[in-house]
């Protein structure tokens, strides 16, 4: 079993960075693809990123991909998703999750077992 918190959102201008952190608990993190997704309300959550076991392997929504980053450190147990040139409309609720399974089954949140409880991110125009 896996805890996940993330940390890092807040109230950010157009144009500005973030890196968002999803730190777990256990030793057996490197064992679980993690996934990032984003809620806006009254829409469901939405793939964003994803990250294989040891990193190597990355995927993005399409529309995205150009200015976020997925990455992850097993030796402390954290994944991260920077965000670039943000904009407004990239306001939502940002979630991680883990899952047992490999990426190709990531983009799919039904298929993640252990979620975070979100940090909100909010971008100003």
């Known amino acids: 079993q896996v805890q996940l918190v993330e940390s890092g959102g807040g109230l950010v201008q157009a144009g500005g960075s973030l890196r968002l952190s999803c730190a777990a608990s256990g030793r057996t993190f490197s064992t679980y693809t993690v996934g990032w997704f984003r809620q806006t309300p009254g829409r469901e959550r939405g793939f964003v990123a994803a990250?294989?076991?040891?990193?190597?392997?990355?995927d993005y929504r399409e529309d995205l991909k150009d200015r976020y980053t997925i990455s992850r450190d097993n030796s402390q147990n954290i994944v991260y998703l920077q965000i670039y040139n943000l904009k407004p409309e990239d306001t939502a609720n940002f979630y991680c999750?883990?899952?047992?399974?490999?990426?190709?089954?990531?983009?799919?949140?039904?298929?993640?077992?252990?979620w975070g409880q979100g940090t909100q991110v909010t971008v100003s125009s």
């Open positions: 990250i294989s076991r040891n990193g190597a392997h990355t």
């Open positions: 999750a883990a899952t047992l399974r490999d990426t190709s089954q990531a983009l799919d949140s039904a298929r993640y077992e252990y």
